[in-house]
């Protein structure tokens, strides 16, 4: 692909109608949503769609979320519409909920894999929503890191990944919730989470009843209920090594003084309850903030720092699976290169 001059602008009105025209045009623009940077481009246009695929370098077979400004252009992209997608989407958007809908025709095959369904929501981020209104159209958006990497929260993330590939670089700051949407396959009965992310599974149930999750790492293997779902992803470059299970802590710990014997540099993702017995013993630690909602909001900077510092081998423990616990697990899980369960 040819390199081209990416331009790096604060999310001000002006450069907002800027960058969407670049979109009406055809070309990418990462922006920032309320979960992670997007990178988007007209959901409507196969070529444009195409060049986001190829500026990620993601393969063809890992769908797109298409991002919309209001319930009325739902039409445009979803062939069927439910009272139970009514319902959730007068309920969660805009927010971080993704619904699988049966696709309409129009939907160029490139963004959704060639499934029959496609991935829809509505952003919350201002920033979003203006940018998606000023293109006039539904704008396709994965997270604009390159493929398997970590997913970026602040546009210098997107810069270090993508600059010299896409057009346009909308800096809105740091994204609040830090964690990708929740997808909702709402074909499935129950309702199927293949994603677990920024509307939790406490707040679904409470809204639509019971709700199944899909394991981490079932989508490997045959008939792929979610393509995307790889279970390597997200990952840093440093070997990251996952500690669950009652005495996660302690393991932890043992591990960490093991690997320093060995000569190789530990960093540590650490809630604030878990610092001070990591403090002093030669870690380089990086702080997640005191519960699960900073936590998901850190993580990934946090992995992006670790590396960006040179250590050989980051360590975290799983943090539960309530609230955004359980999105957060399942980020972990797929970006270890080893779980240890305890
Ligand atoms: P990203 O936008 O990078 O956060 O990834 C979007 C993810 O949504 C994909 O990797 C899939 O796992 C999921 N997804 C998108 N479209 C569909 C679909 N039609 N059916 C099931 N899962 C989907
Ligand atoms: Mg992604």
């Known amino acids: ?14 450069n907002i109608l800027l960058a969407a025209e670049t979109i009406k045009k055809g070309g990418l623009v990462a922006f920032p949503t309320e979960t992670v940077y997007g990178l988007g481009a007209n959901a409507l246009d196969a070529m444009a769609a195409g060049r986001i695929f190829e ?40 927010g971080p909920l993704t619904l699988i809908l049966p696709k309409q025709p129009l939907v160029p095959e490139a963004v959704t894999a060639g499934l029959n369904t496609v991935a829809v ?18 704008v396709a958006a994965p997270s604009a890191n390159r493929f398997g990497r970590t997913s970026p929260t602040t546009a210098r993330h997107v810069w270090h990944d993508l600059q010299g590939r896409i057009e346009i670089i909308l800096d809105g700051g740091p994204t609040p919730v830090g964690v ?87 960093g540590a993702l650490v809630i604030n309850a878990d610092a001070d017995l990591l403090e002093g013993e030669g ?23 670790l590396d960006s510092q040179g250590v050989d081998v980051i360590v975290c423990r799983d943090l539960g699976e309530s609230g955004l616990g359980l999105a957060i697990r399942d980020r972990l899980r797929r970006a270890a290169s080893r779980v240890i369960t305890t």
């Open 1 to 14: 692909m040819c390199f081209m001059e990416t331009l790096l602008l604060p999310a001000t009105s002006d």
């Open 55 to 94: 500026a990620k370098q993601r393969p063809a077979t890992d769908p797109l979320i298409v991002h919309l400004s209001g319930v009325e252009q739902m039409e445009q992209v979803a062939s069927q519409i439910s009272p139970l997608a009514l319902q959730l989407a007068e309920t969660f958007w805009p």
């Open 121 to 138: 929501r509505i952003p919350s981020h201002p920033v979003a929503l203006a940018l998606i209104r000023a293109a006039n159209t539904p």
């Open 180 to 266: 990708e949407s929740t997808v909702l396959d709402i074909c499935a009965s129950p309702p199927c989470i293949l994603r677990p992310g920024g509307v939790t599974r406490e707040r679904l149930e409470a809204v639509i009843g019971p709700v199944t999750v899909l394991a981490s790492g079932a989508a490997l293997e045959g008939s792929l209920p979610s393509p995307g779902l790889l279970s390597k992803h997200y990952a840093p470059r440093a070997e990251l090594v996952l500690f669950m299970g009652a005495n996660a802590l302690q393991e932890l710990l043992s591990y960490v003084k093991a690997e320093q014997s060995a000569g190789r540099r530990i």
């Open 283 to 305: 870690v380089l630690v990086y702080h997640l903030g005191a519960d699960v909602d900073s936590a998901a909001r850190s993580i990934y900077a946090g992995m992006r720092w």
